[in-house]
């Protein structure tokens, strides 16, 4: 990204929280509008400069500078994705249950199938399967701490 | 704040409890408890969303079973190891495993892409130990004088102390000092929502009914530091975390190292650690990050906290560990716990019918003494325990970065539910961990965002004591917020905190001066001095 | 399709008679464990109090218990959880009055008093006036007295808003309408109590369980109870120096509304159990927690009652949402 980018998005979402936390103000009165409000003045104040200068420096520049180091989007968007998923089944089919499907699809999905596929399923059954064990060892019978119930355990 | 007289308190007799306390350490069942509690803290504090408060408080309806010295003796085992352990995650995949070490990351991290995780994580072993022992040291010999200072600080010096917490993100961005107020500005912002402390009244809920509860601390740094790791590190498509390179002897010469040159350092940020840990209110993660900084403030050559100085993980470590006996300084002598732990431990102690207070030194003499001495015998024992748990820790280096990334969202999921089971704090953690991993890269400071979101609480319930006590003073608010001496100390301090970026600036200038100066002198000879 | 309705028929009748012969045991209750809501941190002293029940539930009833914490917002969020989960008798937990009715009355929580089946009261803890040993302050009458001369210049402590002791400020408030405290509040106990030992502030309406973690400190001028405290037996009530002021934070145990007849009572006995267990009075002693046991029918009337007061109060200050 180049650093006018950065600095622009940067700029912009400021103004954008602060629109969005601005709008929640309203009904807020007295001690309890205080803080907020002094907090979005700095925020905002902020995402104009940094917008302004992101849009300067873009002016400005002859040849666009990338700086930073290569990024795998596709891998990070990958992971992301299956996060959100298990975040959302968790409580629909319990915590065991969507660890265990995460962990062994994520593990398919990204691993390395240099070593061809059957390797891949392999390895993956198998750190599914221990860690989801250590997991309950630990948490429910030393700590007894609750994990999330849905459907499933 | 009006200094109360109190009258004067016959000293307990340490020198009665001395023996029988000794005798008790010896004991085969709390040598054991010492180990164990040591090891599963340890344990407990490097899984990232595990922290040392659930680790002690999970353990505690188990020293029901036991006599209270026992009990109280594997509580603080566990707290000592817990606070350790956060170290090693942060060190090994910058993932904070406890808030108290998210300082640690800063160049422990950057270590560790060297190839030098062991050097590391041997530094964050060392001087947590004697950050540790500082640290039992005052609450052996100074509890009481301290307790009674700490006493001092009302709302006004909390106010002022949260504030150059709060500055030091100007000396701590390291890239655009701008972008870092900002983020430290939302991390304020985020920490209002929910039920404001000063009228009840609830805000920022976005009409969703489980917002009241707000924001936890603990599941947003989970998001911010582990979870946007994870995409961080996924997006290098490394097959491995880091090159993991141990060679014999690192231990040694860390050691050396560490007694050779960081003294000063070490000391300074655990007299902070301590000092910190005694107030009530502030705890580990503020003191890591404020012993950070003035290390970095006062050294030599600070460009180089954050490529990867055994200094800076030094000065974080010592200063958490240090905070350990300073929140059991008020705690003990009047039942006024320092940290979120000590107050679990608090707690256990009441439950076990065990009054706080100056009597507990000599009504239950024996039980103090024991426990005390635990602690410098925990602190010990923690070196040999951590050294062989280092060794098992750093294999994760040789896990390819895939398993380990997996690994980090299901303990993050878990760990942050089990804080207050609710799926809120899950949400969080998403939430934060991509505002984490897209905020980096557009050059946010997550490390102030997460100041932003443990200060803001207090410095807002601060304000409305301030406010509440200006009612009773001729002189309103200016006259509550300047009068005592602690006040106007802590005043200074923020305003020098606040220059720094430019005194560091000038020091540049004049270094970049000097060295100008001696070329010029150099490349004519004609003009040097017989 | 007719021919096969004869089967299900067939068979409703065979369910039938085996019914009427062998009369339907009902599932024991309980047959697995109970969670327990907590709706305060580990370790605090809702949880120490739990515990120490727990021990003698044990004694009683096969199965056991399971701690889930869910602290936040003063307690909101722990006694929502118990007003909205499933009436089957296996989600109890333990609510605090007058927290419960302030929250439903000025912070529009999702529950009410009526929202719950109440088992039983466990403890009572009243609020007392406590300030420093070496204060000037001999009585409360005395600190009346110097705030009628110095108004606004004494300083009090209160752990708030919105709490046990808010309320007995504003009617204390209501009692004393020329005497100006100026108020101060405190997110919870130990900071009360720092403050009054810092000299902060020069009086606290305290609890007594928070007092008593300080109490070589403090000197107690006065308790807000109906009769004098067995913890603090040379402790005068309020009452007794002719101001009328009862103040104070009860526990009590609860299940969600609508839970069945049968499982109710058996919850009303185990506990009358306990809290009758003489091994419990004197663990709860030895732990400094307040005990009283009142049944699930006084704890409901007891509720009702403290609601239609605290709306007055709270309709006064302006504080009713």
Request: charge should be positive; hydrophobic fraction near 50%.
């Given at each position: 990204?180049?650093?006018?980018?950065?600095?622009?998005?940067?700029?912009?979402?400021?103004?954008?929280?602060?629109?969005?936390?601005?709008?929640?103000?309203?009904?807020?009165?007295?001690?309890?509008?205080?803080?907020?409000?002094?907090?979005?003045?700095?925020?905002?104040?902020?995402?104009?400069?940094?917008?302004?200068?992101?849009?300067?420096?873009?002016?400005?520049?002859?040849?666009?500078?990338?700086?930073?180091?290569?990024?795998?989007?596709?891998?990070?968007?990958?992971?992301?994705?299956?996060?959100?998923?298990?975040?959302?089944?968790?409580?629909?089919?319990?915590?065991?249950?969507?660890?265990?499907?995460?962990?062994?699809?994520?593990?398919?999905?990204?691993?390395?199938?240099?070593?061809?596929?059957?390797?891949?399923?392999?390895?993956?059954?198998?750190?599914?399967?221990?860690?989801?064990?250590?997991?309950?060892?630990?948490?429910?019978?030393l700590l007894?701490?609750?994990?999330?119930?849905?459907?499933?355990? | 704040?009006?200094?109360?007289?109190?009258?004067?308190l016959k000293e307990p007799h340490m020198t009665e409890f001395i023996i029988p306390s000794l005798l008790n350490l010896i004991d085969p069942l709390n040598i054991a408890l010492m180990v164990i509690g040591l090891a599963g803290g340890i344990i407990i504090g490097a899984?990232?969303?595990l922290s040392a408060t659930m680790g002690v408080a999970l353990m505690v309806p188990a020293t029901f079973a036991m006599d209270p010295s026992s009990g109280l003796v594997m509580l603080g085992a566990i707290y000592v190891g817990a606070i350790y352990g956060g170290s090693n995650?942060?060190?090994?995949?910058?993932?904070?495993g406890t808030?108290s070490?998210?300082?640690?990351?800063?160049?422990?991290?950057?270590?560790?892409?060297?190839?030098?995780?062991?050097?590391?994580l041997y530094t964050s072993l060392l001087s947590s130990a004697f950050g540790g022992i500082v640290g039992v040291f005052f609450l052996l010999f100074l509890a009481g004088a301290l307790a009674?200072?700490a006493?001092?600080?009302?709302?006004?010096?909390?106010?002022?102390?949260?504030?150059?917490?709060?500055?030091?993100?100007?000396?701590?961005?390291?890239?655009?000092?701008?972008?870092?107020?900002?983020?430290?500005?939302?991390?304020?912002?985020?920490?209002?929502?929910?039920?404001?402390?000063?009228?009840?009244?609830?805000?920022?809920?976005?009409?969703?009914?489980?917002?009241?509860?707000?924001?936890?601390?603990?599941?947003?740094?989970?998001?911010?530091?582990?979870?946007?790791?994870?995409?961080?590190?996924?997006?290098?498509?490394?097959?491995?975390?880091?090159?993991?390179?141990?060679?014999?002897?690192?231990f040694?010469?860390?050691a050396?190292?560490l007694a050779?040159?960081?003294?000063?350092?070490l000391l300074?940020s655990s007299l902070?650690g301590t000092w910190?840990g005694m107030?009530?209110?502030?705890g580990g993660?503020?003191a890591?990050?404020?012993?950070?900084?003035?290390?970095?403030?006062?050294?030599?050559?600070?460009?180089?906290?954050?490529?990867?100085?055994?200094?800076?993980?030094?000065?974080?470590e010592s200063a958490n560990n240090a905070v350990i006996g300073g929140s059991l300084i008020p705690m003990l002598t009047l039942g006024i716990p320092g940290s979120a732990v000590a107050a679990v431990i608090l707690g256990a102690l009441m439950a076990h019918g065990i009054q706080p207070g100056f009597k507990i030194f000599s009504a239950t003499g024996e039980l103090a003494y024991t426990f005390i001495f635990s602690q410098f015998a925990v602190n010990l024992l923690m070196i040999p325990i951590g050294f062989v748990l280092c060794r098992c820790m750093?294999?994760?280096?040789?896990?390819?970065?895939?398993?380990?990334?997996?690994?980090?969202?299901?303990?993050?999921?878990?760990?942050?539910?089990?804080?207050?089971?609710?799926?809120?704090?899950?949400?969080?953690?998403?939430?934060?961990?991509?505002?984490?991993?897209?905020?980096?890269?557009?050059?946010?400071?997550?490390?102030?965002?997460?100041?932003?979101?443990?200060?803001?609480?207090?410095?807002?319930?601060?304000?409305?004591?301030?406010?509440?006590?200006?009612?009773?003073?001729?002189?309103?608010?200016?006259?509550?917020?300047?009068?005592?001496?602690?006040?106007?100390?802590?005043?200074?301090?923020?305003?020098?905190?606040?220059?720094?970026?430019?005194?560091?600036?000038?020091?540049?200038?004049?270094?970049?001066?000097?060295?100008?100066?001696?070329?010029?002198?150099?490349?004519?000879?004609?003009?040097?001095?017989? | 399709?007719?021919?096969?309705?004869?089967?299900?028929?067939?068979?409703?009748?065979?369910?039938?008679?085996?019914?009427?012969?062998?009369?339907?045991?009902?599932?024991?209750?309980?047959?697995?464990?109970?969670?327990?809501?907590?709706?305060?941190?580990a370790g605090?002293?809702?949880?120490v109090?739990?515990r120490?029940?727990?021990?003698?539930?044990?004694?009683?009833?096969?199965?056991?218990?399971?701690?889930?914490?869910?602290?936040?917002?003063?307690?909101?969020?722990?006694?929502?959880?118990?007003?909205?989960?499933?009436?089957?008798?296996?989600?109890?937990?333990?609510?605090?009055?007058?927290?419960?009715?302030?929250?439903?009355?000025?912070?529009?929580?999702?529950?009410?008093?009526?929202?719950?089946?109440?088992?039983?009261?466990?403890?009572?803890?009243?609020?007392?006036?406590?300030?420093?040993?070496?204060?000037?302050?001999?009585?409360?009458?005395?600190?009346?007295?110097?705030?009628?001369?110095?108004?606004?210049?004494?300083?009090?402590?209160?752990?708030?808003?919105?709490?046990?002791?808010?309320?007995?400020?504003?009617?204390?408030?209501?009692?004393?309408?020329?005497?100006?405290?100026?108020?101060?509040?405190?997110?919870?106990?130990?900071?009360?109590?720092?403050?009054?030992?810092?000299?902060?502030?020069?009086?606290?309406?305290?609890?007594?369980?928070?007092?008593?973690r300080?109490?070589d400190?403090?000197?107690?001028?006065?308790?807000?109870?109906?009769?004098?405290?067995?913890?603090?037996?040379?402790?005068?009530?309020?009452?007794?120096?002719?101001?009328?002021?009862?103040?104070?934070?009860?526990?009590?145990?609860?299940?969600?509304?609508?839970?069945?007849?049968?499982?109710?009572?058996?919850?009303?006995?185990?506990?009358?159990?306990?809290?009758?267990?003489?091994?419990?009075?004197?663990?709860?002693?030895k732990a400094?927690?307040?005990?009283?046991?009142?049944?699930?029918?006084?704890?409901?009337?007891?509720?009702?009652?403290?609601?239609?007061?605290?709306?007055?109060?709270?309709?006064?200050?302006?504080?009713?949402?």
């Amino acid at each position: 990204m180049r650093k006018s980018t950065t600095d622009l998005l940067c700029g912009l979402s400021f103004l954008g929280i602060s629109a969005l936390f601005g709008a929640q103000m309203m009904d807020l009165e007295g001690v309890t509008r205080v803080f907020p409000q002094a907090l979005l003045v700095v925020i905002a104040i902020g995402g104009l400069w940094f917008t302004g200068k992101g849009l300067y420096r873009r002016h400005m520049e002859s040849k666009p500078e990338c700086d930073h180091e290569p990024v795998a989007w596709k891998k990070v968007g990958l992971i992301a994705a299956m996060s959100l998923l298990y975040a959302l089944i968790v409580n629909v089919l319990g915590f065991f249950t969507s660890s265990s499907l995460f962990i062994l699809f994520t593990s398919l999905l990204m691993g390395d199938k240099s070593r061809g596929m059957g390797h891949l399923v392999k390895i993956s059954a198998t750190f599914t399967v221990v860690f989801c064990v250590l997991l309950w060892v630990s948490f429910v019978k030393l700590l007894s701490v609750p994990t999330p119930t849905g459907m499933f355990f | 704040m009006g200094a109360t007289a109190h009258p004067a308190l016959k000293e307990p007799h340490m020198t009665e409890f001395i023996i029988p306390s000794l005798l008790n350490l010896i004991d085969p069942l709390n040598i054991a408890l010492m180990v164990i509690g040591l090891a599963g803290g340890i344990i407990i504090g490097a899984l990232p969303g595990l922290s040392a408060t659930m680790g002690v408080a999970l353990m505690v309806p188990a020293t029901f079973a036991m006599d209270p010295s026992s009990g109280l003796v594997m509580l603080g085992a566990i707290y000592v190891g817990a606070i350790y352990g956060g170290s090693n995650s942060a060190v090994l995949i910058c993932t904070p495993g406890t808030p108290s070490a998210v300082a640690t990351t800063f160049d422990g991290w950057p270590l560790t892409q060297r190839g030098e995780a062991d050097t590391a994580l041997y530094t964050s072993l060392l001087s947590s130990a004697f950050g540790g022992i500082v640290g039992v040291f005052f609450l052996l010999f100074l509890a009481g004088a301290l307790a009674r200072f700490a006493l001092q600080f009302g709302g006004p010096e909390n106010f002022w102390l949260c504030l150059f917490g709060l500055s030091t993100i100007a000396v701590m961005s390291p890239g655009n000092m701008g972008k870092g107020i900002v983020s430290g500005a939302i991390g304020l912002l985020i920490s209002t929502i929910g039920i404001d402390p000063n009228a009840g009244v609830p805000r920022f809920t976005f009409g969703s009914y489980s917002l009241i509860q707000g924001i936890s601390v603990i599941p947003c740094m989970i998001g911010l530091f582990s979870f946007s790791q994870v995409l961080f590190l996924i997006g290098t498509d490394k097959t491995f975390v880091a090159d993991y390179n141990p060679r014999p002897g690192t231990f040694k010469r860390t050691a050396a190292y560490l007694a050779g040159r960081c003294k000063k350092i070490l000391l300074r940020s655990s007299l902070i650690g301590t000092w910190v840990g005694m107030l009530p209110g502030a705890g580990g993660e503020i003191a890591s990050i404020i012993a950070y900084n003035e290390s970095k403030r006062w050294a030599k050559n600070p460009s180089v906290y954050g490529t990867g100085c055994i200094e800076g993980v030094a000065s974080s470590e010592s200063a958490n560990n240090a905070v350990i006996g300073g929140s059991l300084i008020p705690m003990l002598t009047l039942g006024i716990p320092g940290s979120a732990v000590a107050a679990v431990i608090l707690g256990a102690l009441m439950a076990h019918g065990i009054q706080p207070g100056f009597k507990i030194f000599s009504a239950t003499g024996e039980l103090a003494y024991t426990f005390i001495f635990s602690q410098f015998a925990v602190n010990l024992l923690m070196i040999p325990i951590g050294f062989v748990l280092c060794r098992c820790m750093a294999k994760l280096l040789t896990l390819r970065l895939t398993f380990v990334a997996i690994g980090i969202v299901v303990l993050s999921y878990i760990g942050a539910y089990a804080i207050s089971n609710s799926l809120l704090d899950i949400w969080v953690v998403v939430v934060f961990g991509f505002v984490g991993f897209f905020g980096g890269k557009l050059g946010m400071d997550t490390g102030s965002m997460a100041l932003g979101v443990i200060l803001g609480p207090m410095i807002e319930e601060n304000l409305g004591k301030c406010l509440d006590l200006a009612h009773s003073v001729p002189g309103g608010l200016p006259s509550i917020m300047l009068d005592s001496g602690i006040s106007k100390v802590l005043v200074a301090a923020l305003a020098l905190s606040l220059a720094t970026p430019y005194l560091l600036h000038l020091k540049k200038l004049r270094a970049q001066e000097r060295s100008a100066r001696c070329r010029c002198a150099d490349e004519r000879p004609e003009n040097e001095n017989a | 399709m007719k021919f096969k309705a004869v089967f299900p028929c067939l068979f409703l009748a065979l369910a039938l008679i085996a019914a009427a012969a062998f009369p339907a045991t009902a599932a024991k209750y309980p047959d697995k464990p109970i969670n327990m809501v907590i709706a305060f941190t580990a370790g605090g002293s809702s949880d120490v109090q739990a515990r120490i029940m727990q021990k003698y539930w044990n004694k009683y009833v096969e199965e056991p218990w399971v701690f889930v914490y869910k602290p936040g917002a003063g307690g909101i969020i722990g006694f929502t959880e118990i007003a909205k989960a499933t009436p089957d008798g296996y989600t109890i937990g333990g609510l605090n009055v007058p927290h419960i009715v302030l929250q439903s009355l000025a912070q529009r929580a999702a529950f009410n008093a009526e929202s719950f089946d109440y088992i039983a009261q466990v403890v009572n803890d009243p609020q007392c006036v406590a300030v420093l040993k070496s204060s000037k302050y001999k009585s409360f009458q005395e600190i009346i007295d110097d705030a009628k001369v110095h108004p606004n210049k004494v300083k009090i402590g209160l752990v708030g808003p919105l709490s046990g002791h808010h309320l007995m400020f504003l009617e204390f408030n209501k009692l004393y309408p020329d005497v100006k405290l100026s108020r101060v509040f405190y997110k919870g106990a130990a900071d009360q109590n720092a403050a009054l030992l810092g000299g902060e502030v020069d009086l606290i309406f305290g609890n007594i369980n928070d007092v008593m973690r300080s109490i070589d400190e403090f000197r107690v001028l006065n308790v807000a109870g109906e009769k004098r405290n067995a913890f603090l037996p040379d402790v005068p009530t309020l009452r007794e120096q002719h101001i009328d002021i009862v103040s104070d934070i009860r526990r009590i145990f609860a299940a969600p509304k609508g839970l069945p007849a049968d499982k109710l009572a058996f919850l009303r006995e185990t506990f009358k159990k306990i809290c009758n267990d003489p091994g419990y009075v004197a663990d709860m002693k030895k732990a400094g927690q307040p005990a009283e046991y009142l049944d699930g029918d006084a704890t409901a009337a007891f509720i009702h009652s403290v609601e239609a007061r605290d709306k007055a109060l709270l309709k006064d200050a302006g504080l009713l949402k």
